[in-house]
């Protein structure tokens, strides 16, 4: 499946900008941006975080196939490896910045301070997406405009203080809205955390809750309980949320066809695939990529 055509995914030193970049982090207006870089209309994703805040707009977002609205206050924060696309309706602007996780490793800041917010750790798509209030944007704005002038100044400290000046508008932003998973007490977090990791890494060969409970020493029916009283649905639920995830991932490449999906995704067979994958999307594979088509 390697020599088949994929979505674009891009590295942040593949944008074109007139702005100072470098591999680890970027800055820019988002009409600018999006000028500048026109093959990010199309369906694609990226090895970096990707944060947007729209200052006027219209149309819509698509991420990992569900849809946002574009908007003036929309604020939309994106982990590495969501698939998303832009749809836009009217004349759009707005600020964007691109990290890499490294960018604060690279610091001395460890990257892991990220899974505080809760935009960057849930594995609710909803969460990633807030409005900023009138009020709060006098605060959010003054902050993307400090982290443009801190990078365009580029002196031996500027990189130090855009990390501060991000931390804040995490911060800031957090405290904004309060999703569920903010009132959960440490273990929760901690277990939800570790069980979202796991998913991540095994979803391809582990398909029962029993297996991962197993891995973090915990019973079945504790790890069930925990993710429907913290995310809503069961263990089950989201193990298979996942595989279907990279299913839609790997259906939108119109050149792969559905056997090799089915196989990359360990269903030794095809039908029974395409059968799990309707259960769930009321749709065959062959419809939903459809949808889609680069």
């Known amino acids: 499946m390697n020599d088949k055509q994929e979505f674009p995914t891009f590295d942040i030193c593949n944008l074109n900008t007139d702005k100072n970049i470098n591999e680890l982090f970027s800055v820019d207006r988002f009409k600018g941006y999006v000028d500048s870089n026109p093959h990010l209309k199309q369906m694609h994703n990226h090895h970096y975080y990707h944060l947007v805040y729209f200052t006027e707009g219209s149309g819509e977002h698509i991420i990992d196939f569900e849809s946002f609205p574009v908007q003036s206050g929309m604020m939309y924060f994106m982990r590495p490896g969501q698939v998303h696309q832009w749809r836009?309706?009217?004349?759009?602007?707005?600020?964007?910045?691109?990290?890499?996780?490294?960018?604060?490793?690279?610091?001395?800041?460890?990257?892991?301070?990220?899974?505080?917010?809760?935009?960057?750790?849930?594995?609710?798509?909803?969460?990633?997406?807030?409005?900023?209030?009138?009020?709060?944007?006098?605060?959010?704005?003054?902050?993307?405009?400090?982290?443009?002038?801190?990078?365009?100044?580029?002196?031996?400290?500027?990189?130090?203080?855009?990390?501060?000046?991000?931390?804040?508008?995490?911060i800031d932003v957090n405290r904004f809205f309060n999703p569920a998973e903010s009132s959960i007490n440490e273990y929760q977090s901690v277990l939800i955390h570790n069980f979202k990791d796991l998913i991540e890494q095994f979803f391809k060969e582990k398909r029962l809750p029993k297996e991962y409970a197993e891995m973090l020493y915990i019973t079945p029916n504790h790890l069930n309980a925990l993710c429907k009283d913290v995310i809503g649905i069961s263990a089950g639920e989201l193990i298979r949320n996942r595989v279907i995830l990279e299913a839609k991932r790997l259906l939108v490449n119109k050149n792969i066809t559905v056997s090799e999906v089915a196989y990359a995704l360990n269903f030794q067979d095809v039908s029974y695939f395409v059968k799990f994958f309707k259960k769930d999307t009321h749709l065959t594979p062959e419809q939903f990529r459809k949808q889609y088509y680069l």
């Open 88 to 170: 836009f309706q009217n004349k759009y602007d707005g600020y964007v910045i691109n990290f890499s996780a490294n960018f604060f490793d690279w610091l001395g800041i460890h990257s892991g301070i990220l899974n505080h917010f809760s935009f960057f750790k849930s594995m609710q798509l909803q969460h990633q997406v807030t409005m900023i209030t009138n009020d709060q944007s006098v605060e959010v704005v003054s902050i993307f405009e400090q982290i443009l002038q801190e990078h365009a100044l580029n002196d031996s400290t500027s990189n130090l203080k855009i990390a501060t000046l991000l931390l804040q508008l995490f």
